[in-house]
């Protein structure tokens, strides 16, 4: 049973069902949340690969919806640097397994690397209604329990 390390941001629904999906391939997840995360610029960067700066970024956001974070605009330097200093701008979830980590909940990614995804769609993106303004509401709550049940099972550190 392969160990994934899975970085999400508490509440999150589609990481909810990420997260289901990987136990129902058969992996032992370590659930580890993305927000309180001690980061560094070294650690994080780890999880982007050769992956545009762009890319680095959660398209969902509420700061890059709005348009006060634009990621094409960052160099490598800086968008860590803003990544490590705001982890809600992140790309999530941020995965490591077998000692190789990835940005986003790649199923391609995952597959190479053995994990067999039951059949049906993948979850990917924000599953909160958007505003009037086109923003999703993904602000972290205080409980995450009221935003949505955590995963049955969870590891936490």
């Not at 509440?11 to 927000?35: F, H, K």
Request: hydrophobic share 40%; net charge positive; charged share 20%.
């Amino acid at each position: 049973m392969p160990t994934v390390s899975f970085w999400w941001k508490p509440g999150c629904a589609t990481n909810t069902r990420q997260i289901g999906l990987l136990r129902e391939a058969g992996c032992e997840v370590v659930v580890r949340d993305l927000l309180t995360e001690p980061w560094t610029t070294s650690a994080l960067s780890a999880f982007f690969g050769s992956r545009p700066v762009r890319e680095w970024f959660n398209p969902a956001a509420p700061a890059v919806k709005e348009g006060t974070v634009v990621p094409a605009e960052f160099s490598a330097e800086t968008a860590l640097s803003r990544l490590v200093a705001e982890p809600l701008l992140i790309r999530r979830p941020l995965i490591e397994l077998a000692g190789e980590r990835c940005c986003g909940f790649d199923a391609v990614w995952l597959v190479q690397r053995g994990v067999r995804l039951p059949d049906g769609a993948v979850p990917q993106g924000c599953s909160h209604a958007a505003s009037a303004a086109g923003v999703a509401q993904c602000k972290p709550p205080r409980n995450p329990a009221v935003y949505c049940a955590p995963p049955s099972g969870a590891s936490f550190p």
